[in-house]
């Protein structure tokens, strides 16, 4: 059974910053590709950041600069570290991974607050 669970979320002054961190359970993260996504009340899910299996990255507009994902295969973990935090950017944070047979898994979410 593939499990993946977020942590690291919480409330946080504009300009702080946050650690993410999402550990895989039942399945392999090297193989696959690894995503954040997040949700705003009243918004569309949207992608935050991708990780390939080679470690390429890929940012939406928004975070670019200030979000950085990485990958530790050998601790089967997926890590999104926040800086310059905007209060746009308070959501809840999905773990999502994208199996090569374009499975997808996620994660329940944890939630980031920005605000004074």
């Known amino acids: 059974q593939v499990q993946l669970v977020e942590s690291g979320g919480g409330l946080v002054q504009p300009g702080g910053s946050l650690r993410l961190s999402c550990a895989a359970s039942?399945?392999?993260?090297?193989?696959?590709?690894m995503a954040w996504y997040r949700q705003a009340p009243g918004k569309e899910r949207e992608l935050v950041a991708l990780?390939?299996?080679?470690?390429?990255?890929n940012y939406a507009d928004s975070v670019k600069g200030r979000f950085t994902i990485s990958r530790d295969n050998a601790k089967n973990t997926v890590n999104l570290q926040m800086n310059s935090l905007k209060p746009e950017d308070t959501a809840v944070y999905y773990c999502?991974?994208?199996?090569?047979?374009?499975?997808?898994?996620w994660g329940q979410g944890t939630q980031v607050t920005v605000s004074s």
């Open positions: 039942g399945i392999s993260i090297w193989t696959n590709i």
């Open positions: 999502n991974l994208h199996s090569l047979l374009s499975k997808d898994y």
């Open positions: 990780i390939g299996i080679g470690g390429s990255a």
